[in-house]
Structures are given as C-alpha cells and as structure tokens.
Antibody, heavy 120, light 106 residues
Framework: EVQLVQSGAEVKKSGESLKISCKGS????????IGWVRQMPGKGLEWMGF????????RYSPSFQGQVTISADKSISTAYLQWSSLKASDTAMYYC?????????????WGQGTLVTVSS | EIVMTQSPATLSVSPGERATLSCRAS??????LAWYQQKPGQAPRLLIY???TRATGIPARFSGSGSGTEFTLTISSLQSEDFAVYYC????????FGQGTKLEIK
C-alpha cells in the first residue's frame, strides 16, 4: 500500500527556520516525483514544486522559487520542505504528494498534511 | 505563469442530476490538465489526468473533456458523496491550480 506520512503540526514565530518531512512507503521512492502543495486557511490549492528523489532534480513554481527549499534523502525515503526565515503569511496546510508516472506534476497519492502556524 | 480560471465559483445541483464544471487556461496546455476533488478536512483526490483519463478507482460517472484552453469535468449523476470542492490543474508547464468550484446540494 502506497503511503505518504507527514510530520506533525508546527507552531513557530516569524523569522524562525523550519523543515517538515514526508516519508514514502509501499513503492519505489526513487522512481516517482514528490511534490508539495500549499493551502492557506480557507483558500485553494497552490502548486509549490517537486523533486525526483532518484537524482534530486528539483523544480519550483516561480511563486515559490527562493522562498522555500525542497530536498530528499533517498536512503530513508523522505522528502522535505524547508524555510530559512518564516513569515506569518507562511501559515498554511502543506501537503506532499506523489507524482503520476505519466504526468509527474500531477499527484495521485497524498500525505495527510502538515499544518504550519507562524505567529508574528 | 499559466493562469487557470474555473467557473462557476459555486454550483448548486440536486442529487441524481448532472453537474458540469468548467476550467479555462490563459494559454494552451494541450491535454495536460487534471481534476481533483477535495472534501473538508481531507487531502485532495486525483480524479482525472490527461484531460480525460480517469485515475485508478474513480467511478465512471466522472468524465473529463477538452484540450488547449477549455476543459470540462462532468459528473453524470450526482451522489451525496460528490458534493465537494473541485480543482483543475495544468501541468503543461510545471503546475498551476484553478481557484476551485464548490459543488453544493440544491
């Protein structure tokens, strides 16, 4: 069974750093893209970027380029999303998801989400 | 960046009736278009990719059509579990989601 299990909710202050995780199981982690999607409170979905753990090829949406870093450790089948300096506007639910083989920027299996709350 | 526009913002339909949701791209995305369903408190669920290919386990009442800049998601006979928010997503150039259509019970 394919599963993506994300790290737990975080409460941080503006200016702090953060790294959240997404562990894949039940499939070959290095053979599928893993992406990240933001959903701000009461709002829609935003495509952030994705990574191919097999070779660490990473692509970012222009809206998120330079704002976050996506990485992966294939030895432990885990992808990461990190911020060096959080802002209150980073408050959101963040989902990781697995790319469809035939259409990698599209996602078929999703994690449960990680709620990040940033206070000013 | 490609902008995706969904209409209407809210659609009210009775159970058993047909629902038609629209999605327009600001430039051609060929057939690189997906649809998702999201219920409150849940992660999104992939319904359609390639504009018309149903994802694994998706019922046949869900169908997608279109190419270029105009796309449609049709739900042929609405079931109670279909009332949710629906998003389109282009993946011709990375990814961009539409703002969503809320499908509510009439």
């Amino acid at each position: 069974e394919v599963q993506l299990v994300q790290s737990g909710a975080e409460v941080k202050k503006s200016g702090e750093s953060l790294k959240i995780s997404c562990k894949g199981s039940g499939y070959s982690f290095t053979s599928f893209w893993i992406g990240w999607v933001r959903q701000m409170p009461g709002k829609g979905l935003e495509w952030m970027g994705f990574i191919y753990p097999g070779d660490s090829d990473t692509r970012y949406s222009p809206s998120f380029q330079g704002q976050v870093t996506i990485s992966a450790d294939k030895s432990i089948s885990t992808a990461y999303l990190q911020w060096s300096s959080l802002k209150a506007s980073d408050t959101a639910m963040y989902y990781c998801a697995r790319g469809v083989v035939a259409a990698p920027p599209t996602f078929d299996y999703w994690g449960q989400g990680t709620l990040v709350t940033v206070s000013s | 960046e490609i902008v995706m526009t969904q209409s209407p913002a809210t659609l009210s339909v009775s159970p058993g009736e047909r629902a038609t949701l629209s999605c327009r791209a600001s430039q051609s995305v060929s057939s690189n278009l997906a649809w998702y369903q999201q219920k409150p408190g849940q992660a999104p669920r992939l319904l359609i990719y390639g504009a018309s290919t149903r994802a694994t386990g998706i019922p046949a009442r869900f169908s997608g059509s279109g190419s270029g800049t105009e796309f449609t998601l049709t739900i042929s006979s609405l079931q109670s579990e279909d009332f949710a928010v629906y998003y389109c997503q282009q993946y011709n150039n990375l990814g961009t989601f539409g703002q969503g259509t809320k499908l509510e019970i009439k």
